[in-house]
């Protein structure tokens, strides 16, 4: 972490635990932002973790153009973490719902910096219940479409044999492959350090590998 | 295509920035494949905007309460009125010499061998302790706080709105300090950790050996006259009966941290000569620019010809500005210390000397 991130987490911190008012906190932390950020650059990363956690102290206090902005960001990763469990048609609405269940608890997480793991879990979590709750149960299909014909046929069997791998290895892959999130980001927004979706990308593409061989050998 | 499509470079797979998807045909494929399944990518935060009802539902929750809900939330008002005004007060009894207050984080800890509620009062002259299952925490005054973890003994030296002092017998303790310099510290038996505005951990076990390391900020660690002045990402390491450590970078290669260890506390006796000589010479091998710092701190803990190879080492790193001499460092001229110092980067002494002068030893 370069010093000015760490002088933009400390204020984060800081105005946190000192119970500065509604407001004060942010544009506390942000002139303690810009009067340290003179000597050095933060990675992407650890800028993007910095407005994270600013968001979420003001999303706390109501700030609806905060939570909003929490959900632009987040909305690909739990739209890939449902992608991964639910049919297709069903994941934007639950999209939503897991949002409304993070503001509703935004009060109950203790660590601003454990956001998106936080946010994972309940969109984890709304995908079983969707499971659970659903009386005619319907799981993701197994059988996966032949790999030939249109553009569209092609993509489902790829999204099908994608799948069909093992959940970890399942949700990084589709973060990746669907939602454009390059690892580092993957790694970002979930909490999973950096070598845990190294290893669940190369090896779920290992994976994928041979199931996309078998439906093309098939062709 | 099969062979094409399943030939993924994991560089590529790991960050698609990282190479030229036109230039490879195997990272072109699998970039096919990503425009392939865009199609299932989430519709941009514009396209599926939160539901009003999003907000509306959190105030639905307290306007269009039941009336029993409605009595209920009038109790739970004056709950927290009461209780607000008890934390206030206990506020303003924190603070004022007598005590501070704490909050139980985890287990069962105990002061004084009691055991302590939620919400905790520490009185000055009262310990503070933790097993190896309980945490707790200490609201240091208005100014910051500290965490003490896991089988650590603490005793509440001195407790002021604006400032304090704790002293670690044993265990660990994270502080966050948000006053200005030299308003907290933390004695243990071999120095007193000295706060200058930061964030750091501060370990010490049974037998009196520990660490300090700095997380944000700069803590200094003094005993006899003799400091350490620890900045971000650096540690000291404590021996039971020792002077402080000499600081280094958490980075450092194990080899330099290994040499320094022998010089700050190894043995001191004729047949230990030249070990100690083999260990400043690797030091002074190993050392990078950015250690430069333990070099300079160096120049205050040796003399004779091993002072004079600390000089030639930190020379090299960073070349002594004017008016450092050779000669004047190796008589331990104190300003022309300084002055070298302000050429290694950090803050100027006028910094670090000048806390002292604001904040005078109590």
Known sequence: MTDTARQIDFARRIVEKAGFQPGMEIAWAISQAETTSSSSDPTTAEREQAEDRADIVAARFGDRAAFGRLYARYLPMVHGLLLARVPREEAEDLVQEVFMQALRKLSTLREPGAFGGWLATIARNRAHDYFRRSRSREDLPDEIPAAKGSADTRALAALAAIRRLPEAYRETLILRLVEGMSGPEIATRTGLTPGSVRVNLHRGMAQLREILGEILGKE | ?362
């Open chain 2, 1 to 362: 295509m099969k062979d094409d499509l399943l030939k993924i470079k994991d560089e590529y797979l790991w960050d698609p920035k990282s190479a030229v998807a036109d230039r490879d045909p195997d990272v072109a494929e699998i970039a096919a494949l990503e425009r392939s399944l865009s199609r299932f990518r989430a519709p941009g935060a514009e396209s599926l905007p939160l539901p009003e009802a999003l907000w509306a539902d959190r105030g639905w929750q307290t306007a269009r309460a039941s009336t029993w809900r409605g009595s209920l939330a009038i109790a739970a008002v004056l709950v927290l009125t009461v209780g607000g005004v008890w934390l206030s007060l206990g506020r303003k009894y924190i603070g004022d010499g007598t005590g501070w207050q704490g909050a139980r984080i985890a287990g069962q800890p105990h002061v004084d061998s009691e055991p302590v509620a939620a919400w905790f009062r520490l009185r000055t002259g009262q310990i503070l302790e933790t097993d190896d299952a309980s945490r707790a925490r200490i609201d240091v005054g208005n100014i910051g706080e500290v965490e003490v973890g896991a089988d650590s003994q603490v005793k509440l030296l001195e407790a002021q709105a604006e400032s304090g002092s704790l002293g670690l017998d044993h265990g660990t303790i994270t502080a966050l300090i948000w006053a200005p310099p030299r308003r907290f510290m933390v004695q243990t038996a071999t120095a007193t950790a000295v706060d200058l505005g930061c964030e750091y951990t501060l370990h010490v076990d049974a037998d009196g050996n520990g660490w300090l390391r700095v997380s944000i900020g700069w803590v200094a660690f003094e005993k006899g006259g003799q400091e350490s002045f620890v900045p971000v990402d650096a540690m000291a390491l404590i021996r039971h009966g020792a002077r402080p450590g000499t600081p280094f970078y958490e980075d450092a290669s194990p080899t330099f941290r290994s040499a320094l260890e022998e010089i700050d506390f190894g043995t001191v006796g004729p047949s230990e000569v030249e070990e100690r000589k083999t260990a400043l010479a690797t030091l002074l091998e190993q050392a990078r620019k950015r250690d430069a710092i333990t070099l300079w701190h160096l120049l205050g803990r040796t003399d004779g010809t091993e002072l004079a190879q600390v000089f030639d080492g930190l020379a090299k790193l960073v070349p002594p500005p004017s008016g450092v001499t050779r000669n004047g460092i190796l008589a331990g001229d104190g300003h022309m210390r300084d002055t070298w110092w302000d050429a290694l980067g950090l803050r100027d002494t006028g910094w670090w000397r000048g806390w002292k002068r604001d904040f005078p030893e109590r």
